[in-house]
T-cell receptor, first 113, second 119 residues
Framework: KNQVEQSPQSLIILEGKNCTLQ??????????LRWYKQDTGRGPVSLTI?????NTKSNGRYTATLDADTKQSSLHITASQLSDSASYIC????????????FGDGTTLTVKP | GAVVSQHPSRVICKSGTSVKIECRSL??????MFWYRQFPKKSLMLMAT?????????EQGVEKDKFLINHASLTLSTLTVTSAHPEDSSFYIC???????????????FGPGTRLTVL
């Protein structure tokens, strides 16, 4: 069964600090992995998308890594801001199974002043 | 980036009535749109996959007669919650995927969501 597990479930950090969120998956065959940011009461917004051959991708203060061999990904947030407080969702898409996507449960990040 | 809109953003209705939610891809064509339901502090749960011009594919446990999906054009899909009950109250989110071969094909662009409250 295709699964995506994210850790930690929740995280509280001080403004200006860095943090790293983890995503482990069992989806196979792999097509792509995406990280989304979802503010409370809003739809998810794409941060990064990585295919099999990509190891790292940055989007401003967000840097995602992918190890397709160990089926792990991380999202690193640098110099956190209060506006980074949100849920971060890891989504992995299968190359078959009609391109179905499997969603992680998300990590809730709270940035405090 | 590609933009997906949803309308309405919030709706309150009485038990037994039907509610229609629209999902539009504003600046790209989407052969496939997805409908999700999200409970508080939970991740998105896929309800159905909607393909333009054909019947939607529903996930196991989702009642197709209760959640009617229509995808009549490459830019519009609608979800109608029929005979709504309080347990249907939830946050409904759609997403759209671009046409095969387009740069937007591997992405899913999400709408802002619709908060449905059934009294």
């Amino acid at each position: 069964k295709n699964q995506v597990e994210q850790s930690p479930q929740s995280l509280i950090i001080l403004e200006g600090k860095n943090c790293t969120l983890q995503c482990n998956y069992t989806v196979s065959p792999f097509s792509n992995l995406r990280w989304y940011k979802q503010d409370t009461g809003r739809g998810p917004v794409s941060l990064t998308i990585m295919t099999f051959s990509e190891n790292t991708k940055s989007n401003g203060r967000y840097t995602a890594t992918l190890d397709a061999d160990t089926k792990q990904s991380s999202l690193h947030i640098t110099a956190s801001q209060l506006s980074d407080s949100a849920s971060y969702i890891c989504v992995v898409t299968s190359r078959t199974n009609a391109g179905k996507s499997t969603f992680g449960d998300g990590t809730t990040l709270t940035v405090k002043p | 980036g590609a933009v997906v809109s949803q309308h309405p953003s919030r709706v309150i209705c009485k038990s037994g009535t039907s509610v229609k939610i629209e999902c539009r891809s504003l600046d790209f064509q989407a052969t496939t749109m997805f409908w999700y339901r999200q409970f508080p502090k939970k991740s998105l749960m896929l309800m159905a996959t909607s393909n333009e011009g054909s019947k939607a594919t529903y996930e196991q446990g989702v009642e197709k007669d209760k959640f009617l999906i229509n995808h009549a054009s490459l830019t519009l899909s609608t979800l109608t919650v029929t005979s709504a009950h309080p347990e249907d109250s939830s946050f409904y989110i759609c997403s759209a995927r671009g046409l095969a071969g387009a740069s937007s094909y591997n992405e899913q662009f999400f709408g802002p969501g619709t908060r449905l409250t059934v009294l």
